[in-house]
Nanobody, 121 residues
Framework: QVQLVESGGGLVQAGGSLRLSCAAS????????MGWYRQAPGKQRELVAI???????RYADSVKGRFTISRDNAKNMVYLQMNSLKPEDTAVYYC???????????????WGQGTQVTVSS
């Protein structure tokens, strides 16, 4: 069993900052990419930021220069530092990881339960 648990969401004023955390736990052999997605009401889920096991990162254009993704591979954790938040960043943020379980032959996609981020104007 593998679980992803997010924390750190909340309500913040425009221009403020939040830091999201996500911990992967369970029978994990290896983790490839870890990242963050978000889904605003009435919109499709979209990629926010992703970091692979080699350290390469990719960001949505809308968050470049404001958000920073980081990982602690020893702890199987991924973080998202969000600065200069805007009302349009309001969404449920989901942690995602490509994980190979112990004893498994393939990696699978896992999702957290989501954490709400609300940015007031």
């Amino acid at each position: 069993q593998v679980q992803l648990v997010e924390s750190g969401g909340g309500l913040v004023q425009a221009g403020g900052s939040l830091r999201l955390s996500c911990a992967a736990s369970g029978s994990i052999f290896s983790i490839n990419a870890m990242g963050w997605y978000r889904q605003a009401p009435g919109k499709q889920r979209e990629l926010v930021a992703i970091k692979d096991s080699s350290g390469r990162t990719r960001y949505a254009d809308s968050v470049k220069g404001r958000f920073t993704i980081s990982r602690d591979n020893a702890k199987n954790m991924v973080y998202l530092q969000m600065n200069s938040l805007k009302p349009e960043d309001t969404a449920v943020y989901y942690c995602n990881a490509d994980i190979r379980r112990s004893g498994g032959y393939y990696s699978l996609d896992y999702w957290g339960q989501g954490t709400q981020v609300t940015v007031s104007s």
